[in-house]
């Protein structure tokens, strides 16, 4: 099997899908396509990309126009042309979504824990806390307290000043000294472990055979590239925007985010370059192509080459 054929297969299983979610893939080619290139691409050419894994041009601009509604993109209409690019808030989002799906795994952990109360907060705005900080991990220990062993605490800062409760929220550190196995097991009632790891594992077992084609055939086709890339990510960003990124002390054995990272490492390693060259070729902005993607672009799993 070559890369092209299993990259066809890939497609044609996304495509067979009962429901296609166009605005998230499209999400997908922002933050990983667009979003280090200028950030701001030209409509007919989102739709023709998107043609390409079966979205046709309606779906597209509805789904577009609902990142418009829901603050991620915004609008400017040059003659008879509409350009689409990050809002502010979305760019922020997407810089620390970013950091997640391209970052190397918690090497180690210190045994400290950070703790957010939420005791004087009323319930409504507590349900929104949980749903904010569960983007950056952190779970419910009780109804009143969210923790993280290894938060990203820059990311923590801009989310309480987004949510305007920088100064309502008590937010501590402090470590285990008792019943470490009482602690193994609240983290597993905090976060749902299992589900995300049989994801992960399911993940592995789709992208294997374009490892195994890779392998075989080191002549990527352009468009190929792009689509095994995109899917790729979108897949990975499915599962992985669902992890704590706990540290591995605190684990299952055999946990399967370790292989899910490695092979989408390993597989972004030998698709992006021709990928990049296939946004070239078909992305165009006011000025002409995508300009070329920006330094950090190139840092990204550990660094690329």
């Known amino acids: 099997m070559t890369i092209e054929s299993a990259s066809k ?19 997908t080619v922002f933050g990983d396509a667009i979003a280090p290139r200028g950030g701001t691409v030209w409509l007919g050419s989102l739709i023709a990309a998107m043609g390409e894994f079966g979205i046709n041009e309606r779906l597209v601009r509805t789904s577009v126009f609902r990142l418009v509604q829901d603050g991620w993109l915004q609008s400017k209409q040059i003659g008879r042309r509409s350009y689409y ?3 502010g808030e979305g760019r922020e989002r997407f810089e ?15 045994g400290e824990w950070t703790t957010i109360l939420m005791s004087g907060v009323e319930s409504a705005t507590k349900d929104l806390v949980r ?4 983007w950056l991990g952190f779970g419910s220990l009780s109804p009143n307290v969210l923790a993280h062993p290894a938060p990203d605490m820059a990311g923590l800062d801009l989310a309480l000043e987004r949510l305007g409760l920088a100064e309502d929220l008590v937010v501590m550190t402090g470590r285990t000294v008792r019943n470490e196995s009482g602690m193994r097991a609240l983290v597993q009632d905090s976060w749902n472990l299992d589900d995300i790891d049989a994801r992960y594992a399911s993940f592995v077992e789709r992208f294997r055979p374009l490892i195994k084609a890779q392998g075989k055939d080191a002549n990527v086709p352009l468009k190929s590239a792009f689509l095994v890339r995109t899917l790729l990510i979108q897949e990975y960003r499915k599962v992985l925007l669902r992890d704590p990124q706990l540290p591995a002390e605190l684990l299952p054995t055999g946990w399967h985010g370790t292989a899910a990272y490695q092979l989408c490492r390993n597989l972004y390693q030998a698709v992006y370059a021709a990928a990049d060259d296939y946004l070239t070729q078909t992305m165009e902005t006011a000025e002409g192509p995508l300009p070329p993607p920006a330094a950090a672009f190139m840092q990204r799993f550990g660094g690329l080459q």
Not at 10 to 22: G, I, M, N, W
Not at 131 to 134: A, P, V
């Open 96 to 110: 620390q979504a970013t950091q997640k799906i391209y970052g190397e795994p918690v090497p180690s952990w210190d």
């Open 131 to 134: 749903k904010e900080l569960g």
């Open 9 to 27: 297969n890939l497609v044609d299983e996304f495509r067979s899908r009962t429901t296609l979610r166009a605005g998230s893939l499209i999400t």
């Open 85 to 87: 690019s990050l809002t």
